[in-house]
């Protein structure tokens, strides 16, 4: 059986806290295992790297203002989107979808406002979340005795289909692609091309034990110890598709 | 707290077995509540309704052979995929992205020859998957007494992310999307932009509860029950992005 409990007591983070530590502090009560996953949205992550903007700060370039003529967004979030990205692939219907420096593509290179406290400042992605994810579970490590999966998270647009899921940004301890090609079915036929985005579908199950309108970062998954790994493995790097192997760039 | 459990005991499916009668019978050990949630994976259901074809009956078009020979399938098997889309968007990489005629936008129309017993034949996507989720809940109400929600799932691969995840072709029971547009945060600011893919998230969870390996397109979700309705609701049509408000297609 899986399941996810999403974990109360994460105060509002701020640069430089201990994470590790805070998330530590709020599963007291459930003694971790080394086959559990933590799922952490990474809003609490940027906050504690600093990867925080106050557009107050931030001078909109032309192709800000430009752009930002087009979605109907503030030029100063446009310019810190534009600054987190390295190709934007559409401009339309009050969005960007953008290529970020990490690799990903999504709407506003995960540039996001809501839940940051102050009206103008803004939340960026992780610089590298897989390094982020590392260093959480070595953290979590020190401080706890056990070595569960860590799993970082953002919501994501789809292609061709309606609404966000979670997917993840960052992750280590967990593998994040199931592989199954050359292994055979019930029926001892060759599975052809049947590839798991494990990591991706951890983060939809965490997305869904919490509640969006109270604060519930942290989610805690037992039951999905087969994925877990000793090692740190490739991340959510391994989840993003080569230029040369997607469709639809 | 969310958890998903998959379920033993699911017989080869094949026409007109009486699918809920075997899921409410399977499911015997665990007293159904009206917030349950029933995820089933959508071979069994076409099996049960017949979307089954045998590629020895099947005489491939000249556009079949043609689009065959681009991405080394076998021409009848094609020929389905052709069947039962509307149009193909993309052709590469030994896969056909095709719009199906329920409006999805999937490898190879969703047509699947893993997991079927006697080399050739293929499973086809259920014709209407939203109808087949209110038949089967509606069944499963006679049978059982109570009225969980069903959602039936495929995989699906994704636009710039490695690996499939599963999504909800069809439910009933459940809302699809859960929309936050015009609902504030935990800061008390308006949320922008999310409307979260519930249905998907529980086909992602469920898909995680099961082995591969073994048979278990069955898995029973508990916790849901917020996003729980009386009515059958819109259905995974409303997980369908329209062409228009589609950036990718």
């Known amino acids: ?44 992550v940027s906050k504690s790297e600093g990867r925080i903007r106050r557009l107050a700060d931030v001078e909109p370039s032309e192709r800000a203002r430009e752009l930002a003529g087009q979605v109907d967004k503030d030029p100063r979030h446009v310019q810190v989107i534009l600054d987190e990205s390295g190709e934007i692939l559409r401009a339309r219907h009050g969005i960007l979808i953008c290529l970020t420096h990490q690799g990903f593509v999504c709407a506003n290179a ?6 940051v406290p102050g009206e103008d400042t803004v939340v960026l992605l992780p610089t590298d979340p897989d390094l982020s ?25 789809r292609a061709w289909r309606v609404g966000q899921c ?53 989610v805690l998954i037992r039951g999905a110890a087969r994925h877990a790994t000793a090692e740190d493995g490739p991340g959510a790097r391994a989840l993003i598709r080569s230029k040369e192997q997607d469709l639809f760039r």
Chains 1, 2 share one sequence.
């Open 133 to 157: 994810a590392r260093r959480l579970r070595a953290r979590i490590g020190e401080l706890s005795g056990a070595h569960p999966a860590v799993v970082i998270t953002d919501s994501f647009g």
């Open 110 to 115: 995960g540039v996001d406002a809501s839940n």
């Open 166 to 218: 979670d997917v993840a940004i960052g992750c280590a301890g967990i593998e994040p692609v199931e592989d199954w090609r050359g292994r055979v079915d019930a029926n001892g036929r060759e599975l052809k091309a049947t590839v798991i985005a494990v990591a991706d579908q951890l983060a939809a199950t965490a997305d869904l034990a919490r509640a969006k309108d109270v604060s519930q970062p942290v």
């Open 1 to 44: 059986m899986l399941n996810a409990t999403a974990i109360d007591g994460i105060p509002e983070v701020t640069p430089d806290d201990d994470l590790a530590a805070l998330i530590v502090s709020a599963l007291a009560g459930e003694p971790l295992g080394d086959g559990d996953v933590i799922v952490v949205a990474h809003k609490v």
